[in-house]
């Protein structure tokens, strides 16, 4: 079982791509499994704010493994807000059953 519980936030002004995002997105690691942050593969349809509450909950049972290759699967929930100066706030909440989980080791050592 594993549990992260993460939050941020940012001072003075900043721009438009200093603002935080909660969202499965390719260059972010603020991961609210369940919600997008591209739409037609452009940036925005996730809620950006210069404060951010995320927390990401799994419980994964290994399936399938061998030297090389892990299979795991598990039930997750993810959930998470963010918040701006303006007073505006987006809270959201994914889940899922069953969520897949695959690794490989690498060969160099």
Avoid at 19 to 35: A, I, K, P, Y
Avoid at 64 to 91: E, H, M, Q
Wanted: aromatic content about 10%; charged content about 20%; some cysteine.
């Amino acid at each position: 079982m594993q549990t992260r519980i993460r939050a941020g936030g940012t001072a003075g002004k900043v721009t438009i791509d200093e603002l935080f995002q909660l969202g499965v997105e390719r260059d972010n690691d603020l991961w609210l499994r369940g919600h997008t942050g591209t739409s037609d593969g452009r940036k925005g349809a996730a809620p950006l704010g210069r404060r951010y509450f995320l927390v990401n909950w799994e419980m994964d049972k290994n399936i399938y493994r061998n030297g090389f290759f892990t299979l795991k699967l598990g039930p997750f929930l993810d959930s998470g807000a963010v918040a701006d100066s303006s007073g505006s706030s987006v809270r959201s909440a994914g889940s899922g059953i069953p969520a897949f989980n695959a690794s490989c080791k690498s060969l160099a050592a």
